[in-house]
């Protein structure tokens, strides 16, 4: 019952997290893993179980997205999608042990974007001057990752978006919810097909991401940005100390 009151928290909180500034794989990753997932199954995991919680938020940002009228969303949602399944694939392709080895500079990259990535992205806000090639090379990469691992794939996301030229924060969070579910679509199914899920914690943490991704959004136009961002740092700092603790040597 404790496990999955931990799963249920975890999930609600995640997909607010990841409506508001991304960085929810900080809290189900871990807890599928403490509570037993293998670490791959456990990325496979929490991907199948915050996929819907990803299209709840886009639901509750709708109304923003209408602001980006004439911008070539099929474009930007082909390109994830790509990126997706490869990242899925190349996820599969990696051995427990390899992964585990892994995870620790993943959630070490995913930390140090979330601490600086806006200050980045401010500072070169427009650099891209709405360039779609150059967006689309920014694009692919951060879906492959997304595919592959995700943690910090939301604040990419945006960070691109920012170098593009776009500064409707609830607009760009919005694309950015809908491309995380693009890319996560497919390799959702993919890791379905290759029966690296579990069941049982997905389904508990599908419903509480749900309810947390489309409270998100509510919740993003009354919390300061700043504040969430500060806890997903704090939260991620901590998980990354504890998986090099914890990683094979």
């Not at 170098?163 to 693009?182: E, F, Q, R």
Request: aromatic share 10%; hydrophobic share 55%.
């Amino acid at each position: 019952m404790i496990v999955h009151v931990l799963l249920f928290i975890s999930a609600f909180l995640a997909g607010i997290i990841n409506s508001i500034a991304g960085g929810g794989s900080f809290l189900t990753f871990p807890a599928l893993v403490f509570a037993g997932v293998p670490a791959v199954a456990a990325n496979a995991t929490s991907t199948v179980a915050m996929l819907p919680s990803a299209f709840a938020s886009t639901l509750s940002y709708r109304g923003d997205l209408q602001r980006l009228k004439g911008e070539p969303l099929a474009i930007w949602l082909l390109i994830s999608l790509v990126g997706g399944v490869l990242g899925s694939l190349l996820l599969l392709s990696t051995s427990e042990s390899a992964f585990r080895e892994i995870v620790p500079w993943l959630l070490s990259l995913a930390t140090v974007l979330f601490a600086f990535g806006n200050r980045i992205s401010d500072a070169l806000r427009g650099a891209l001057h709405h360039s779609q090639l150059l967006l689309s090379l920014l694009l692919f990469p951060i879906a492959v990752y997304g595919g592959y691992f995700g943690g910090g794939g939301g604040i990419m996301v945006l960070a691109a978006f920012r170098l593009y030229g776009l500064s409707d924060i609830h607009a760009m969070n919005g694309i950015k919810t809908l491309v995380i579910g693009t890319l996560n679509t497919l390799a959702a199914v993919i890791f379905i097909a290759a029966h690296k899920v579990h069941w049982v914690p997905a389904l508990l943490m599908m419903g509480a991401g749900i309810l947390g991704g489309y409270l998100g959004p509510v919740i993003a136009r009354r919390l300061s940005p700043a504040l969430v961002r500060q806890i997903v740092v704090v939260v991620g700092t901590l998980m990354t100390a504890w998986f090099f603790y914890i990683s094979p040597r």
